[in-house]
């Protein structure tokens, strides 16, 4: 539904005229009346009566006649001049380099005379600008070159390498980062979104504590003076993997004391498939021990047969004694073979840092998937921090809950992580029969077997590397039973470091352009007072069966881009065709070109919103028409079960706050002047492209107006008649 523009001065130069007139009337009537004696006025007035029709007829006639030359004239002379000043107000403030046009017979001479010298200046502004850009392209070369070095070198890495500022915005990332992160997708990604991007937020793949413990570390070796400090981590993905990540900072500026670090580099392994690799190396390793042991068993059995009587003395002895020395060497190198491997499965995996919770959460999931049995977390502690060899520890708990489903058929395992007295205590509990304290040291000391899978370690070897202790205790008031692990605990990490060190949240960085480093943040500042121009942006559209939202009519297609540091980020982009589970009227398919079948077996609006809502996360929604757009996500709030909280703008009504004069605020128009070509149209992402040029070009002629901030802009868009169209 379009909502009518009102013009308040056309409508005055319409019906000014006729208002003046009768005015005019009046008063004549008036001066006329007041020179007639009494009965000369009854005389008049019966000569009029009879004919005031007629008269007002004159009267109609004649406003209308004024009115239409009026208004003719205002278009000319008067409006012409405001629709000139709002389309050089574009040149002005922006980079748009087209000319106004000067064949518009709606203009006087006046202003098509003006408009071919403003076209003049364009030009000469153009060509001013050509030259000062060949300039400076000239005096960037050599920075172009080490830009070019650097992405070579980002390139070629084999590790994954990702930096951000202290907000946890991504600054730069490399393409083995941009592929291991795309690993990290739990199942399909809808839309076709990345976790990894520039602008985005870390924090979407890492617990922010986890970042802060570490910067914690950091900044304490910092101040005691460490030349190059740095932390590590292992952390769990929702997805289920493992991440080994070494955490290196930024340094700020000397000049910059406030705060030594600017931001931070993280380096990541993914090192699930390792530990999986490793553990089958172990396991062959170990399988070729035992048969090389199995095989001597033989070549003994062998030197038995040598003793038959048959052979003479000198050939028996000569061949037991090969046999034998034989027998021994092959013996005393398996067995120191067998010591080295054992020993250097055990001391092989350094201990690291990491968050208890993800510990029990990857443990949870390892038993689930290995055991078979059921596995869930009791009391966790979701502050605790561990210092712990997390696939070792994982692999003693799965083998004791293997040992319990196999031996006892229990059911149902839990996990359960807590401090006393100063040390971490990892409990797996269960309810069901006891067990004697012979059968514990049997399977505390056998190694460990999960299925057809052997390793040579223990879990008093694995208790020992953490150089903690192992127990079994009953709980009688519950009937429960459980394994006790007690833990080395994180070591302190000096002072914290202060909330707006860490917890920042509003820098938005650049690729490449490392004095976004610079762009700290005041948290305490609300989002309606930040500048336009610091925000992050998801600009989106929507096609949908038809135009009435609240009579049934459903979302076909959702697209959407970012803009991040006042540029259009056109690779981190969400499309995705949506089953609206009803027919398409065929009317609609010209304009979106969405045939039925293409909606078929595509994601439902269930599925969909939730993941646009994760790619909109912290961010400020603009679309065109939003209020079209934003009743079709309200609606679908409960089925969904998210909520478009954000604060929205609609490039529609600030169009009508930067040229209040146009005729149209149609998005075309809009792209037409401010010089945005129009490509896609009529597609969800397509038209979100479109849209977030037009905006980025809007937000210079916003300041121009004395508009800066978010609060400005929505206020400024509250006040237009637009803002009353519902749907």
């Given at each position: 539904m379009a909502a009518v523009k009102i013009d308040r001065a056309l409508i005055l130069a319409s019906f000014a005229p006729g208002a003046l007139l009768a005015v005019a009337l009046g008063g004549v009537a008036a001066a006329l009346v007041g020179t007639l004696?009494?009965?000369?006025?009854?005389?008049?007035?019966?000569?009029?009566?009879?004919?005031?029709?007629?008269?007002?007829?004159?009267?109609?006639?004649?406003?209308?006649?004024?009115?239409?030359?009026?208004?003719?004239?205002?278009?000319?002379?008067?409006?012409?001049?405001?629709?000139?000043?709002?389309?050089?107000?574009?040149?002005?403030?922006?980079?748009?380099?087209?000319?106004?046009?000067?064949?518009?017979p709606a203009d006087g001479a006046g202003s098509r005379a003006l408009a071919v010298q403003v076209n003049e200046l364009v030009r000469q502004r153009s060509a001013l600008r050509a030259d000062i850009e060949a300039k400076v392209?000239?005096?960037?070369?050599?920075?172009?070159?080490?830009?070019?070095?650097?992405?070579?070198?980002?390139?070629?890495?084999?590790?994954?390498?990702?930096?951000?500022?202290?907000?946890?915005?991504?600054?730069?990332?490399?393409?083995?980062?941009?592929?291991?992160?795309?690993?990290?997708?739990?199942?399909?990604?809808?839309?076709?979104?990345?976790?990894?991007?520039?602008?985005?937020?870390?924090?979407?793949?890492?617990?922010?504590?986890?970042?802060?413990?570490?910067?914690?570390?950091?900044?304490?070796?910092?101040?005691?003076?460490?030349?190059n400090p740095s932390a590590q981590f292992v952390t769990s993905t929702r997805s289920g993997q493992l991440l080994r990540v070494q955490l290196a900072p930024v340094r700020a500026p000397e000049d910059e004391t406030?705060?030594?670090?600017?931001?931070?580099?993280?380096?990541?392994?993914?090192?699930?498939?390792?530990?999986?690799?490793?553990?089958?190396?172990?396991?062959?390793?170990?399988?070729?021990?035992?048969?090389?042991?199995?095989?001597?068993?033989?070549?003994?059995?062998?030197?038995?047969?040598?003793?038959?009587?048959?052979?003479?003395?000198?050939?028996?002895?000569?061949?037991?004694?090969?046999?034998?020395?034989?027998?021994?060497?092959?013996?005393?190198?398996?067995?120191?073979?067998?010591?080295?491997?054992?020993?250097?499965?055990?001391?092989?995996?350094?201990?690291?840092?990491?968050?208890?919770?993800?510990?029990?959460?990857?443990?949870?999931?390892?038993?689930?998937?290995?055991?078979?049995?059921?596995?869930?977390?009791?009391?966790?502690?979701?502050?605790?921090?561990?210092?712990?060899?997390?696939?070792?520890?994982?692999?003693?708990?799965?083998?004791?809950?293997?040992?319990?489903?196999?031996?006892?058929d229990i059911k149902l395992v839990q996990l359960r992580l807590q401090v006393q007295n100063g040390r971490p205590q990892l409990d797996l509990i269960w309810i069901g029969q006891a067990m004697s304290t012979e059968t514990v040291m049997g399977w505390e000391t056998d190694a460990i077997r999960i299925g057809n899978d052997t390793s040579a370690l223990t879990v008093r070897d694995v208790v020992q590397r953490h150089g903690g202790a192992f127990w079994f205790e009953r709980e009688r008031v519950r009937q429960a039973a459980f394994f006790r692990f007690l833990l080395p605990l994180s070591a302190e990490a000096g002072e914290p470091l202060g909330a707006a060190m860490v917890v920042h949240s509003e820098s938005r960085p650049e690729f490449y352009d490392f004095d976004l480093f610079k762009a700290g943040s005041d948290q305490a500042r609300e989002l309606a007072e930040r500048r336009l121009s610091d925000l992050s942006y998801t600009v989106f559209d929507t096609e949908t069966t038809g135009l009435k939202p609240s009579e049934g009519d459903e979302i076909i297609q959702v697209g959407a881009t970012r803009i991040v540091a006042g540029k259009l980020r056109r690779q981190d982009c969400f499309e995705q065709l949506v089953d609206p589970q009803r027919s398409i009227p065929p009317a609609g398919i010209p304009i979106h070109g969405i045939q039925p079948e293409m909606v078929e077996g595509q994601p439902t609006i269930d599925v969909v919103l939730p993941a646009f809502h994760g790619f909109a996360q912290e961010t400020v929604l603009v679309a065109h028409n939003a209020a079209f757009d934003m009743r079709f996500l309200q609606l679908k709030q409960e089925r969904t079960g998210v909520t478009f909280d954000h604060p929205v703008l609609d490039?529609?009504?600030?169009?009508?706050?930067?040229?209040?004069?146009?005729?149209?605020?149609?998005?075309?128009?809009?792209?037409?002047?401010?010089?945005?070509?129009?490509?896609?149209?009529?597609?969800?992402?397509?038209?979100?492209?479109?849209?977030?040029?037009?905006?980025?070009?809007?937000?210079?002629?916003?300041?121009?107006?004395?508009?800066?901030?978010?609060?400005?802009?929505?206020e400024a868009s509250r006040q237009t008649h637009f803002a009353r169209v519902t749907y």
């Open positions: 004696e009494p009965a000369q006025r009854t005389q008049l007035w019966a000569l009029l009566e009879p004919r005031i029709a007629i008269v007002l007829m004159l009267w109609f006639f004649a406003a209308l006649g004024l009115g239409v030359v009026c208004r003719q004239l205002w278009l000319r002379h008067g409006a012409a001049p405001g629709r000139l000043a709002e389309q050089v107000q574009v040149l002005m403030a922006s980079d748009v380099a087209r000319e106004l046009p000067i064949d518009n392209r000239e005096g960037s070369r050599e920075v172009e070159q080490e830009r070019g070095r650097l992405a070579a070198l980002m390139s070629e890495l084999t590790q994954s390498v990702v930096v951000c500022n202290l907000d946890g915005r991504v600054l730069l990332f490399n393409a083995r980062a941009r592929l291991q992160f795309r690993a990290l997708v739990d199942g399909p990604a809808v839309g076709g979104a990345e976790l990894l991007a520039l602008g985005r937020s870390i924090y979407a793949v890492f617990d922010r504590k986890l970042v802060a413990h570490a910067l914690e570390s950091v900044q304490s070796r910092l101040q005691r003076g460490a030349p406030d705060n030594p670090i600017a931001g931070f580099v993280l380096m990541l392994d993914n090192i699930t498939r390792d530990f999986a690799d490793e553990s089958e190396r172990d396991r062959m390793l170990h399988s070729f021990t035992e048969s090389a042991r199995a095989s001597l068993g033989n070549l003994q059995a062998a030197v038995e047969l040598l003793e038959e009587p048959d052979l003479d003395a000198a050939t028996r002895e000569r061949f037991q004694g090969v046999v034998r020395d034989e027998a021994t060497s092959m013996s005393r190198r398996i067995q120191e073979l067998a010591t080295h491997t054992t020993q250097t499965m055990k001391t092989r995996w350094p201990l690291e840092e990491m968050l208890g919770a993800d510990l029990v959460s990857a443990a949870v999931r390892r038993i689930q998937t290995t055991v078979g049995c059921r596995a869930d977390a009791a009391e966790v502690d979701a502050s605790l921090w561990l210092k712990v060899d997390s696939f070792s520890l994982i692999q003693a708990l799965s083998y004791l809950a293997a040992r319990l489903v196999d031996e006892y490039t529609l009504l600030l169009s009508a706050v930067i040229h209040p004069q146009q005729e149209s605020h149609r998005l075309e128009a809009i792209a037409e002047r401010m010089g945005v070509e129009v490509l896609g149209r009529h597609t969800a992402l397509g038209d979100a492209m479109v849209t977030a040029e037009v905006f980025l070009k809007m937000i210079p002629l916003l300041e121009a107006q004395g508009i800066h901030t978010l609060g400005q802009a929505l």
